[in-house]
């Protein structure tokens, strides 16, 4: 005669899981928590192609990806934009400008900007419409 396994405490320990489950779900947070005051370096809130830094605001094409390459110790941000075919926005907060250049702007509220754009070897045809539009977009 064949017999099938099936232990008698296996439907009650599987409640048991449930339950434990539908306990801990409030103690999941709802949302992304705060930015913590006391974690080093500068802030920075991305929603939907818009950058919030704190100091300056600006908004990017969706399509392109953000990278924060400053460390996390440095309160100066150096951010860069990346288009789908390669080509580069970057952007460089400066703490004061000591030789005013062709690629440095300054906000009102004093924040120092160096950018640059670095086209791929075979850019999109309207990458720098869109480098244009990200740069043009900078406020404080």
């Known amino acids: 005669m ?9 439907p009650a320990a599987l ?18 928590p705060p930015p913590s005051p006391n974690a ?16 300056f605001r600006l908004e990017f094409p969706p399509t392109w990806t953000l990278v924060k390459a400053s460390p996390a110790d440095v309160a100066r941000l150096h ?8 080509g580069l926005v970057s952007l460089i907060q400066l703490a004061s400008v000591e030789a005013p250049g ?18 791929a070897a075979d850019p999109s ?3 720098l419409t869109q480098a244009e539009q990200l740069i043009a977009s900078i406020s404080s």
């Open 2 to 10: 064949i017999r099938s396994w099936r232990p008698a405490c296996a």
């Open 15 to 32: 409640l048991v899981i449930i339950h434990a489950l539908v306990a801990c779900a409030p103690l999941l947070p709802a949302g992304d």
């Open 40 to 55: 080093p370096g500068a802030f920075v809130v991305v929603t939907e192609g818009r950058l919030d830094a704190g100091h």
């Open 79 to 86: 951010l860069a934009f990346v288009a789908p075919d390669g």
């Open 102 to 119: 062709d690629n440095q702007i300054q906000l009102e509220n004093g924040v120092v900007l160096t950018v640059s754009v670095e086209p």
């Open 125 to 127: 045809p309207n990458f």
